[in-house]
């Protein structure tokens, strides 16, 4: 999962990136408002963190333009603990849910966790494909009850492709999702990290789809997806 923080004390924004790329996600940073804007309309993040007060162009602004531009991105803005009213406007600029300052850093944690659940349409914690249960509190996979040990960017696949389970996901949608705007799209890597891991998984739950991309089947009670394409055995 891709994320933007958009906040413009650099030690804070050093801290929330540190804390969420530790978690597993891969973090752009931006320091103002209109930098934020820009990221926000041009990348497809997964999910923003948004400070309200920035220079150059406020959060609430930020936000505004962003919905208004029709962008759904799911949107945690940071406010100050004793104005209600910076929530209030938040809410009604589009905003998904709020932190207030000072916090700590394993509510902005459990919040992003709790808006890419909801985005994708999923109502716990742990994401079960088959055999497989991937817990994204504790970035844990689990297969027939084994713990398997994954890389950052095997995990970061996983998890996307089973946010994403029912859905079929382009390679060139893996690859915007999955690393910053620095990372060069033309690579291969994808296809190489499905190999690997399919391997350590030892179980058929990703399925490519000719021509389309991967596919890994819905199988929660609550999720359902389009089932198209001719697969690859």
């Known amino acids: 999962m891709r994320l933007l923080v958009v906040e413009d004390e650099r030690d804070l924004n050093r801290q929330l990136v540190t804390a969420l ?16 804007l820009f990221l926000g309309e041009t990348e497809p993040y997964d999910a923003i ?38 929530k209030v406007r938040g809410f009604d600029a589009g905003a998904d849910d709020y932190v207030a300052k000072p916090f700590h850093m394993e509510e902005v944690l459990a919040r992003i966790r709790a808006l890419l659940r909801r985005a994708t349409g999923h109502a716990t914690v742990e994401l079960v494909a088959g055999p497989v249960r991937l817990d994204t509190r504790a970035g844990r996979v689990v297969v027939d009850g084994n713990a398997i040990k994954l890389t950052s960017h095997e995990y970061r696949l996983l998890s996307y492709l089973m946010h994403h389970a029912g859905r079929i ?5 893996l690859v915007e999702h999955l690393y910053d705007q620095d990372f060069d799209r033309d690579s291969n890597t994808i296809e190489v990290f499905v190999g690997r891991l ?8 990703i399925q490519t789809m000719r021509g389309l991309g ?18 690859e055995p």
């Open 214 to 231: 991967y596919l890994i089947e819905a199988t929660e009670p609550n999720r359902e997806g389009p089932r198209a394409g001719k697969r």
């Open 21 to 36: 790329e530790g978690a597993g996600y891969v973090v752009d940073r931006a320091f103002d408002g209109e930098e934020g």
């Open 169 to 173: 996901v382009s390679r060139s949608e």
């Open 198 to 205: 399919r391997k350590k998984l030892g179980v058929e739950v």
């Open 49 to 86: 963190v948004l400070d309200i007060g920035l220079p150059k162009k406020d959060g609430i602004s930020v936000l505004e333009s962003l919905r208004a531009a029709g962008k759904i991105t799911p949107v945690l803005i940071l406010t100050a603990r004793d104005r209600w009213s910076d």
